[in-house]
């Protein structure tokens, strides 16, 4: 027999979902705060997966992707759990921010503590409640400070497990990506849960190929570990590049910025990515590419000071794929195609 899974005050028997609210800090006026969260509690037993949005408050491609996710599942069908939480920030979510109120940056302040910080509160809150239950994770973020990121997924690739779903996942990049101190990513993987952080898209900004890319990945990892099951005509997919190391390109003086480079572009050493002038156009200096590689990550903000992060660099140690990959990702037509719905059937 399947135990029940206990959220706060409720029990989600097999075979069912259900919403509910966890109590966060309530506001100044005392009205009250939550944090939403859907169970989806599988007739069968498997895996439980978390699946989060909106640790900062701003990126809300998340927020969608949870959404569309949730509308594909059917409790009868599945195997095991899905406890997903759309908007973890709920305070950043209604204020159009990043930050809690405080303005910490709730992804440095994981495992948390119910007698800390307001973040220390709000990440031991979704441990305790949700991370605990699971053996999967699934963390949604965006470009962040008028940065736009091209889909991708960050994980620990040292992990046989981890990198089994990244790979699974099927973004076109998978970055291997150092855990930082406080984050969701490190508290899960102390606690032995694999897990993946999927970036795609801007902060406040609705990104359709992103969300799209987003919802048909999480489906894809979720049949990797058995949850569902596997498609009948599954696609052959281009093998994802797998880049062991990325950096920023920043700016060498201020002024406006005059973009060349786009999201996915190869690079070579060298290339001219971007050009910097001041308001009268006497002055340019010339960005250009530090090493080969491709833009995974860019500014779209034209004003810039000397120092600013603007391109985004993976660097790989086989370029021969790239091309390959790359194409089949921008003329895939669940991501694409527009004019109709998209098509992530469970069949």
Known sequence: MQEPIRVGEVEVLPGHRQTLELSVAPLQTHTEMTMPVQVVHGARPGPH????????????????IIHRLL????????????????????YGFINHSRYLPDRRDLNRFFPGSETGSLASRVAELLMQEVVRHCTHGIDLHTGSNHRSNLPQIRA?????????????????VILNAN???GSLRQAALERGIPMLLYEAGEALRFDEVAIRAG??????????????????SA????EPLIARSSSWVRAPVSGILRIRGSLGNKVEKQTVLGT?????????????????GIIIGRLNLPLVYAGDA???????AHTKAVNATLEAFETDPDLHDVRGEDDYSLT
């Open 179 to 181: 855990l930082r101190d």
């Open 49 to 64: 997966l978390f699946v989060t949005a909106a640790v900062h408050g701003d990126e809300i491609n998340g927020v969608e």
């Open 235 to 238: 696609k052959t997919l281009a």
């Open 156 to 172: 620990c690739l040292d992990q046989p497990e981890t990198m089994h779903l990244a790979r699974a996942f099927g973004a076109p």
């Open 215 to 232: 919802v048909k990945g999480i489906l894809a990892v979720m049949r990797a570990i058995g949850m569902l099951p596997a498609r009948r």
């Open 71 to 90: 509308q594909r599942l059917s409790p009868r069908r599945l195997r095991g759990a899905v406890l997903a939480v759309p908007v973890v920030n709920v």
């Open 310 to 316: 603007l391109f985004h660099i993976a660097r790989f």
């Open 276 to 292: 910097i002038e001041d308001p009268f156009g006497k002055h340019e200096s010339q960005v250009c590419a530090p090493s080969s």
